[in-house]
């Protein structure tokens, strides 16, 4: 399908249909690709590690941090 037969049936569809078609086509503008996210995702977990190694945090049990997610759901 080309861009012109998607278009013409996008303004046939209701009005409602056309703004959550808008916005789903505007946050895919917005949003980062996987590739963008597997890359940040690394370089997060790189800054964590270096922050353990250098003693600048400390590390929590899984257990604690569960146990407080919890209690505050509740």
Avoid: C, T, Y
């Amino acid at each position: 399908m080309d861009f012109h037969k998607i278009e013409d049936q996008a303004l046939h569809l209701p009005k409602e249909e056309r703004a959550q078609l808008i916005q789903r086509l505007v946050l895919s503008l917005e949003s980062p690709s996987e590739e963008e996210l597997s890359s940040d995702w690394l370089l997060e977990a790189r800054r964590r590690a270096e922050e353990l190694d250098n003693g600048l945090v400390q590390a929590v049990p899984g257990d604690d941090v569960m146990r407080k997610a919890r209690a505050l759901i509740r």
